[in-house]
T-cell receptor, first 112, second 116 residues
Framework: DAGITQSPRHKVTETGTPVTLRCHQTENHRYMYWYRQDPGHGLRLIHY???????DKGEVSDGYSVSRSKTEDFLLTLESATSSQTSVYFC???????????FGPGTRLTVL | AQKITQTQPGMFVQEKEAVTLDCTYDTSDPSYGLFWYKQPSSGEMIFLIY??????QNATEGRYSLNFQKARKSANLVISASQLGDSAMYFCAMREGNTGGFKTIFGAGTRLFVKA
């Protein structure tokens, strides 16, 4: 299995509070991604990174920011969480020339 | 714009029979990749199979095969000899370009139920 961990695995927070989710990889892969999964929508890309300090927006980036200061870590921040951001968040990694994206175990976030 | 459509929210199949899960896509990029992932009830995402847009032959991985019909823009997943452990959610996905990275979009998924 690819070495991808996500922390925390579960979190309950209140509307308006900041939240940071962490994705850590031990594979030294170049690309990292954050997705959210909601019923009826599959997985939707929030942000992705193609290198240290190089990030770009996905299809549902509003209300989210990301940072990647090291190859192994990709952080997703909700500056002020809203109930619509209640979801399961997946991190994924991939490498140039490799067709597969490897997924982390997911983080279940509940915003009350 | 990229689009992935999975029209079957749920499917039932008898154990040991074959089943086809439908996926259609839309893209204007001549270079793209198509994927299928499995998500069991435990929640992890498991890569099953990949098909490149320039691949001449349909991809196969064990009991999984991808029926790639480029002109119809379809990439159906065929599971042969279904097993009870195949009961899961299945997602079709597409990546434009040929870099191994960047944006991948997913369909809404098909939930497969395998009956004993």
């Amino acid at each position: 299995d690819a070495g991808i961990t996500q922390s925390p695995r579960h979190k309950v927070t209140e509307t308006g509070t900041p939240v940071t989710l962490r994705c850590h990889q031990t594979e030294n892969h170049r690309y990292m991604y954050w997705y959210r999964q909601d019923p009826g929508h599959g997985l939707r890309l929030i942000h992705y990174s193609y290198g240290v300090k190089d990030t770009d927006k996905g299809e549902v980036s509003d209300g989210y920011s990301v940072s990647r200061s090291k190859t192994e870590d990709f952080l997703l921040t909700l500056e002020s969480a809203t109930s619509s951001q209640t979801s399961v968040y997946f991190c994924a990694i991939s490498e140039v020339g490799n067709n597969e994206q490897f997924f982390g175990p997911g983080t279940r976030l509940t915003v009350l | 714009a990229q689009k992935i459509t999975q029209t079957q929210p749920g499917m039932f199949v008898q154990e040991k029979e074959a089943v086809t899960l439908d996926c259609t896509y839309d893209t204007s990029d001549p270079s793209y990749g198509l994927f299928w992932y499995k998500q069991p009830s435990s929640g992890e995402m498991i890569f099953l199979i990949y098909q490149g847009s320039y691949d001449q032959q349909n991809a196969t991985e064990g009991r999984y095969s991808l029926n790639f019909q480029k002109a119809r823009k379809s990439a159906n997943l065929v599971i042969s000899a279904s097993q009870l452990g195949d009961s899961a959610m299945y997602f079709c996905a597409m990546r434009e370009g040929n870099t191994g990275g960047f944006k991948t979009i997913f369909g809404a998924g098909t939930r497969l139920f395998v009956k004993a």
